[in-house]
């Protein structure tokens, strides 16, 4: 068993390394000047699109939840505990500077993101319930220019996603809400365990529907909740704000640099920055990943463009705003490099934790333990769609989605009761490798986007002159 864990380290960290870092940044800038920086132009008018009722003719269209719905779905999945532990985790191991990396990821992330979802509407199919069924395999299946090779990466991807929405989706963060509650409140894993089961069976087991209402009011509270919580803990901070910013810009392109708190130290590279700014930066926002576009694919819309711009604000949000709170709350704290009781460096979730309480105290803990909690639960109802949706390509049929939702569900209580380092190394990697198909999709079709994308240009104007 030790020998396997060895080997699927070894996989993981290959598999999240350089050459993949790489390629998911690489195929965002390449995206990027395809499209004449059109994402980044546009990005003021995806933005209101998020905020836009929906007339009655956009109502009547094709899909199953609303634009709204469905980002809200994306986001669901997108905005978990890597916008509290992984920033804290990249800031320790990769210094200040890594938030920088992360806006920059970000910012070519804009361009993947839209291009994905854009493809993922266009090529969508109606499946034998009526509902739509969309992604990045239907994408493979339907549009690849070599139809064979598109089938088999469609199904390494769907397989992939299949096997991620049991680990990253579900266990990893049942086990996260089950560790917040024990150590801030004093509730029992297995308690945690049963409350997860029943409250995930509950809303999934009405399908994509019950989803999207669920995550259309919970994600934006929590999202809304969380930033203003850091926006106090940053004013309050306020005099240290200008060193902390000071050291974020400072470390991201110094060869080498050390900063940190009052009481300890943290020493990083350049490349020290950008590995781990970059790898938690497309953690949390997904971009290039493969798994926002299966929600973008059930939207109410009349054009692939139109959901693309709405389902790429999503990385906006993610990694612009909530990382970023995240990051300058640390940075205002004092707490970064500072040593916890056992004498270790505070990082991941006690040094976010530490820093809220430097201004709110108890309370700050309490914020940061819910805010665990409700972004994870969130994520797990966003991956259950991606999971089944991925199952129900490979399959070729639905019946498979409801047994699929029970034994989802019945696995949140394995995850919540169960600390294994193995899962967590598996469902990175199966993470990870749904990446490459994907890119090599994107790639291969930036033709189709570039000219859906400048084909849009034109309703965008004809919008803004209305």
């Given at each position: 068993m030790?020998?396997?864990?060895?080997?699927?380290?070894?996989?993981?960290?290959?598999?999240?390394?350089?050459?993949?870092?790489?390629?998911?940044?690489?195929?965002?800038?390449?995206?990027?000047?395809?499209?004449?920086?059109?994402p980044?132009?546009?990005?003021?008018?995806?933005?209101?699109?998020?905020?836009?009722?929906?007339?009655?003719?956009?109502?009547?269209?094709?899909?199953?939840?609303?634009?709204?719905?469905?980002?809200?779905?994306a986001?669901?999945?997108?905005?978990?505990?890597?916008?509290?532990?992984?920033?804290?985790?990249?800031?320790?191991?990769?210094?200040?500077g890594?938030l920088?990396?992360?806006?920059?990821?970000?910012?070519?992330?804009?361009?993947?993101?839209?291009?994905?979802?854009?493809?993922?509407?266009?090529?969508?199919?109606?499946?034998?319930?009526?509902?739509?069924?969309?992604?990045?395999?239907?994408?493979?299946?339907?549009?690849?220019?070599i139809?064979?090779?598109?089938?088999?990466?469609?199904?390494?991807?769907?397989?992939?996603?299949?096997?991620?929405?049991?680990?990253?989706?579900?266990?990893?963060?049942?086990?996260?809400?089950?560790?917040?509650?024990?150590?801030?409140?004093?509730?029992p894993?297995?308690?945690?365990?049963?409350?997860?089961?029943?409250?995930?069976?509950?809303?999934?087991?009405?399908?994509?529907?019950?989803?999207?209402?669920?995550?259309?009011?919970?994600?934006?509270?929590?999202?809304?909740?969380?930033?203003?919580?850091?926006?106090?803990?940053?004013?309050?901070?306020?005099?240290?704000?200008?060193?902390?910013?000071?050291?974020?810009?400072?470390?991201?392109?110094?060869?080498?640099?050390?900063?940190?708190?009052?009481?300890?130290?943290?020493?990083?590279?350049?490349?020290?920055?950008?590995?781990?700014?970059?790898?938690?930066?497309?953690?949390?926002?997904?971009a290039?990943?493969?798994?926002?576009?299966?929600?973008?694919?059930?939207?109410?819309?009349?054009?692939?463009?139109?959901?693309?711009?709405?389902?790429?604000?999503?990385?906006?949000?993610?990694t612009?705003?909530?990382?970023?709170?995240?990051?300058?709350?640390?940075?205002?704290?004092?707490?970064?490099?500072?040593?916890g009781?056992?004498?270790?460096?505070?990082?991941?979730?006690?040094?976010?934790i530490a820093s809220?309480?430097?201004?709110?105290?108890?309370?700050?803990?309490?914020?940061?333990?819910?805010?665990?909690?409700?972004?994870?639960?969130?994520?797990?109802?966003?991956?259950?769609?991606?999971?089944?949706?991925?199952?129900e390509?490979?399959?070729?049929?639905?019946?498979?989605?409801?047994?699929?939702?029970?034994?989802?569900?019945?696995?949140?209580?394995?995850?919540?009761?169960?600390?294994?380092?193995?899962?967590?190394?598996?469902?990175?990697?199966?993470?990870?490798?749904?990446?490459?198909?994907?890119?090599?999709?994107?790639?291969?079709?930036?033709?189709?986007?570039?000219?859906?994308c400048?084909?849009?240009?034109?309703?965008?104007?004809?919008?803004?002159?209305?």
């Open positions: 030790k020998l396997f864990e060895e080997i699927l380290h070894s996989v993981n960290d290959f598999v999240w390394g350089p050459i993949m870092l790489v390629l998911l940044v690489g195929t965002g800038v390449f995206l990027t000047i395809r499209l004449k920086f059109l980044w132009r546009n990005l003021g008018y995806a933005l209101k699109s998020v905020f836009r009722k929906p007339d009655k003719t956009e109502e009547q269209q094709e899909g199953d939840i609303t634009p709204f719905q469905s980002l809200m779905t986001l669901a999945a997108t905005i978990g505990t890597g916008n509290i532990v992984g920033v804290a985790t990249a800031m320790v191991l990769g210094g200040p890594a920088v990396w992360m806006w920059l990821s970000a910012l070519f992330g804009l361009s993947t993101k839209y291009a994905e979802s854009l493809l993922a509407v266009k090529y969508r199919e109606v499946n034998q319930d009526g509902e739509m069924a969309g992604g990045p395999m239907y994408v493979m299946k339907n549009a690849f220019p139809p064979v090779l598109g089938k088999i990466l469609a199904v390494a991807f769907a397989l992939f996603a299949v096997m991620a929405s049991f680990g990253i989706g579900n266990m990893t963060q049942a086990n996260s809400i089950s560790e917040a509650l024990n150590t801030t409140f004093g509730v894993n297995a308690v945690t365990g049963v409350l997860l089961t029943v409250l995930a069976l509950i809303v999934l087991l009405g399908g994509i529907k019950s989803i999207g209402k669920v995550c259309e009011k919970i994600v934006p509270f929590m999202a809304v909740l969380y930033f203003v919580c850091g926006l106090v803990v940053i004013i309050l901070n306020i005099k240290n704000l200008p060193a902390g910013v000071g050291q974020i810009f400072s470390m991201a392109f110094s060869v080498k640099a050390v900063s940190g708190g009052v009481g300890g130290a943290i020493i990083a590279s350049m490349l020290s920055a950008m590995r781990w700014g970059v790898a938690r930066g497309v953690f949390s926002n997904e290039g990943l493969g798994s926002a576009p299966i929600a973008a694919a059930a939207a109410k819309t009349d054009l692939p463009s139109r959901q693309g711009y709405i389902n790429m604000t999503g990385t906006f949000f993610d612009i705003v909530v990382c970023t709170v995240t990051g300058l709350v640390i940075a205002s704290s004092g707490q970064l490099g500072v040593a009781a056992d004498g270790e460096l505070l990082t991941g979730a006690s040094l976010t809220f309480q430097s201004v709110l105290g108890t309370f700050g803990g309490w914020m940061v333990s819910i805010g665990i909690m409700l972004f994870a639960f969130s994520t797990i109802l966003g991956w259950e769609y991606y999971g089944e949706k991925s199952l390509f490979l399959v070729g049929s639905t019946k498979a989605n409801k047994p699929y939702r029970l034994f989802f569900s019945l696995i949140a209580f394995f995850g919540a009761t169960q600390t294994l380092s193995i899962v967590w190394d598996f469902s990175d990697t199966m993470n990870g490798l749904m990446a490459i198909p994907n890119l090599i999709s994107l790639l291969v079709l930036s033709g189709v986007v570039a000219k859906d400048f084909a849009y240009q034109d309703v965008i104007k004809k919008e803004r002159s209305e």
